[in-house]
């Protein structure tokens, strides 16, 4: 379900790029997702593949990278960054923690590798 909705904003953000005009080239939207999304790699691109089939955007190219959250330690005072779901600091192994993060997915950018050879990037 949670694999909709992001899809469903990857598209929009393709539309609202492209506004129907055909795009010259190879696409690749850059995104960024959360540990505790509770999506995965494999299923944001299997939905992004059954999904965008009657969008014209069927082509784009998508990379899927980490969304870091900050991690808070109670007990040991530390706080990191993660990219992997936990229950305990990694530095003390304590489960007095705090998980912070204002967002579950992310778009980074789009990136056109137009057939002339140029590159743009938004």
Do not use: W
Not at 71 to 97: G, Q, V
Request: proline share 3%.
């Amino acid at each position: 379900m949670h694999e909709t909705a992001f899809v469903n904003e990857i598209i929009s953000a393709l539309r609202n790029k492209f506004n129907k005009e055909k795009v010259d080239g190879e696409v690749s939207v850059n995104v960024r997702l959360s540990p505790l999304s509770h999506v995965s790699k494999e299923g944001l691109r299997n939905s992004y593949q059954e999904l965008s089939r009657s969008s014209g955007f069927e082509d784009v190219r998508l990379n899927i990278e980490p969304l870091k959250v900050l991690l808070i330690c109670h007990d040991c005072k530390s706080s990191l960054f993660i990219s992997t779901p936990t229950i305990k600091c990694p530095r003390c192994n304590s489960e007095s923690i705090s998980i912070n993060f204002e967002k579950e997915f992310l778009i980074e950018s789009i990136e056109i590798n137009k057939k002339d050879g140029k590159f743009s990037k938004n």
